[in-house]
């Protein structure tokens, strides 16, 4: 499965939440200081700052210690820039001068402020603003002077680029890192949490097989966005069980149809005189007879697990060798059995085991070009094989032909489901086949199947 195109549910939450907290953040942060600016009480934008030191490298004082105002080129053009410029200067001894219309709520405050640094005074949001001020205690060469001024007039865009940037850096920039962080470590968390039930669901879709119908994925814990696929799913899996059950009943009366007429078919060819050519009337018969049994077959495997017992290979081989041997004889083969242990036991079905064998020992028949000898033979600790010496399997080959449908030669009369049948019940027994050569050329086809534990 490619991923090339596959998208995080867990990073494309964390983008977007993290986008929309940054800009949320950044928006009522701005509202804030917005308005506290507005209301005076964070610095001002206005550049009051700089009429304070306008102000500053302007006082004078006398040798009595009075202080005066310097009529600089500084002062001179901030009047200009300001025509309602005024200011209140006064040092720790009290002397004091003003110059400009100093409002009446300033005119009066005197001393009351000198042990304050500096400050903002005033306010201008609302139906009834009052004047403000800055005041600020500086340092001079004629000691330290505390100055009082109104608004300092037009705001720069350079002075408005250089705020924002501070407030940017100080307050916006330090929260949005916090909240990122805490989404980072959030994010995966509650997605973990809030997927956990799909992520069962996932579980249980990867044990669906095809021989354990009527499986469905659970709806409990899934979020309720992604429950629709899950049910859609579901009806998915009921439809094809569906289609299952339907299949397996045309195969099965399908099958069970032919036997009728082919057994009658069987017994007919049976009682008229031998002959070359209804001998090979009689194995196209059995043929038939094979491929009906095992189209029942196919739909029987996988329904006799809870009936494994303990059963002998060795048995089961002397068994199917007699019964067969008749039918290899008249087909030009000598068919041995041989082995050199008395049991070889495992736990499986009898019935499907023979069938496994049966099947072998058929098609080694068919292809076995009709000549030399056919021997099944059974070895330590639960192995058993059938070997012929026809011409054999080709390397490339032995893969696919235990394949549904598969034939070696386009032309083959069978039907390409013996070798995948002996597959199935291999399987169903936890075993293992090959198909490998024979001592004396041909093929050789082995079964492997876990031993039976020994009873104490």
Same mark, same amino acid.
């Given at each position: 499965?490619?991923?090339?195109?596959?998208?995080?549910?867990?990073?494309?939450?964390?983008?977007?939440?993290?986008? +929309?907290?940054?800009?949320?953040?950044?928006?009522?942060?701005? %509202?804030?200081?917005?308005?506290?600016?507005?209301?005076?009480?964070?610095?001002?934008?206005?550049?009051?700052?700089?009429?304070?030191?306008?102000?500053?490298?302007? #006082?004078?004082?006398?040798?009595?210690?009075?202080?005066?105002?310097?009529?600089?080129?500084?002062?001179?053009?901030?009047?200009?820039?300001?025509?309602? +410029?005024?200011?209140?200067?006064?040092?720790?001894?009290?002397?004091?001068?003003? =110059?400009?219309?100093?409002?009446?709520?300033?005119?009066?405050?005197?001393?009351?402020?000198?042990?304050?640094?500096?400050?903002?005074?005033?306010?201008?949001?609302?139906? &009834?603003?009052?004047?403000?001020?800055?005041?600020?205690?500086?340092?001079?060469?004629?000691?330290?002077?505390?100055?009082?001024?109104?608004?300092?007039?037009?705001? @720069?865009?350079?002075?408005?680029?250089?705020?924002? @940037?501070? +407030?940017?850096?100080?307050?916006?920039?330090?929260?949005?890192?916090?909240?990122?962080?805490?989404?980072?470590?959030?994010?995966? #968390?509650?997605?973990?949490?809030?997927?956990? !039930?799909?992520?069962?669901?996932?579980?249980?879709?990867?044990?669906?097989?095809?021989?354990?119908?009527?499986?469905?994925?659970? %709806?409990?814990?899934?979020?309720?966005?992604?429950?629709?696929?899950?049910?859609?799913?579901?009806?998915?899996?009921?439809?094809?069980?569906?289609?299952?059950?339907?299949?397996?009943?045309?195969?099965?009366?399908?099958?069970?149809?032919?036997?009728?007429?082919?057994? #009658?078919? =069987?017994?007919?060819?049976?009682?008229?005189?031998?002959?070359?050519?209804?001998?090979?009337?009689?194995?196209?018969?059995?043929?038939?007879?094979?491929?009906?049994? =095992?189209? %029942?077959?196919?739909?029987?495997?996988?329904?006799?697990?809870?009936?494994?017992?303990?059963?002998?290979?060795?048995?089961?081989?002397?068994?199917?060798? !007699?019964?067969?041997?008749?039918?290899?004889?008249?087909?030009?083969?000598?068919?041995?059995?041989?082995?050199?242990?008395?049991?070889?036991?495992?736990?499986?079905?009898?019935?499907?085991?023979? &069938?496994?064998?049966?099947?072998?020992? =058929?098609?080694?028949?068919?292809?076995?070009?009709?000549?030399?000898?056919?021997?099944?033979?059974?070895?330590?600790?639960?192995?058993?094989?059938?070997?012929?010496? !026809?011409?054999?399997?080709?390397?490339?080959?032995?893969?696919?032909?235990?394949?549904?449908?598969?034939?070696?030669?386009?032309?083959?009369?069978?039907?390409?489901?013996?070798?995948?049948?002996?597959?199935?019940?291999?399987?169903?027994?936890? !075993?293992?086949?090959?198909? +490998?050569?024979?001592?004396?050329?041909?093929? &050789?086809?082995?079964?492997?199947?876990?031993?039976?534990?020994?009873?104490?």
């Amino acid at each position: 499965m490619t991923t090339t195109n596959a998208r995080s549910l867990r990073w494309h939450l964390i983008r977007r939440l993290v986008a +929309l907290q940054a800009g949320m953040l950044t928006a009522i942060v701005l %509202l804030v200081i917005g308005g506290l600016w507005a209301g005076g009480y964070l610095v001002s934008l206005e550049p009051d700052d700089d009429t304070i030191e306008i102000i500053r490298n302007a #006082i004078h004082r006398s040798a009595d210690g009075r202080i005066s105002m310097q009529e600089t080129p500084a002062l001179v053009r901030q009047r200009t820039t300001l025509p309602d +410029l005024w200011f209140v200067v006064r040092d720790r001894s009290g002397h004091t001068v003003s =110059q400009g219309p100093v409002p009446e709520p300033f005119a009066k405050i005197g001393g009351a402020l000198d042990s304050i640094g500096q400050a903002r005074l005033g306010w201008n949001i609302g139906d &009834r603003p009052r004047p403000t001020a800055r005041v600020k205690w500086v340092s001079t060469p004629n000691g330290d002077i505390q100055i009082m001024t109104g608004p300092g007039g037009s705001v @720069s865009w350079r002075r408005v680029a250089s705020a924002t @940037s501070t +407030l940017f850096l100080t307050a916006v920039a330090p929260a949005v890192l916090l909240m990122t962080l805490a989404t980072l470590l959030a994010t995966p #968390i509650v997605v973990r949490k809030s997927l956990e !039930g799909l992520g069962q669901a996932a579980s249980h879709a990867a044990t669906i097989d095809i021989d354990k119908r009527g499986t469905r994925l659970p %709806l409990q814990d899934v979020p309720t966005e992604i429950a629709p696929l899950i049910s859609a799913m579901n009806d998915a899996l009921r439809r094809l069980d569906e289609g299952y059950q339907r299949h397996k009943r045309f195969l099965v009366d399908a099958a069970h149809e032919l036997r009728t007429p082919i057994a #009658i078919l =069987q017994t007919r060819l049976e009682s008229l005189p031998s002959s070359p050519e209804i001998s090979r009337v009689l194995e196209d018969v059995a043929r038939l007879s094979t491929l009906a049994e =095992q189209l %029942l077959d196919l739909q029987r495997i996988g329904q006799v697990t809870n009936q494994f017992k303990d059963v002998d290979l060795v048995s089961i081989g002397r068994k199917v060798v !007699g019964d067969l041997a008749p039918l290899a004889i008249s087909a030009g083969y000598e068919l041995s059995f041989e082995s050199d242990i008395e049991r070889a036991c495992v736990r499986g079905d009898e019935g499907s085991l023979e &069938r496994a064998l049966t099947n072998l020992i =058929q098609n080694a028949i068919q292809y076995g070009g009709r000549k030399g000898a056919i021997s099944v033979c059974v070895d330590e600790p639960a192995t058993i094989s059938v070997t012929d010496q !026809g011409p054999g399997v080709p390397l490339k080959h032995r893969q696919r032909i235990f394949e549904p449908f598969y034939r070696l030669h386009g032309f083959d009369r069978g039907a390409g489901l013996g070798l995948n049948l002996v597959q199935e019940i291999v399987r169903l027994h936890d !075993g293992q086949i090959a198909m +490998l050569d024979g001592p004396e050329g041909g093929a &050789r086809v082995r079964m492997s199947f876990p031993p039976a534990p020994r009873v104490a």
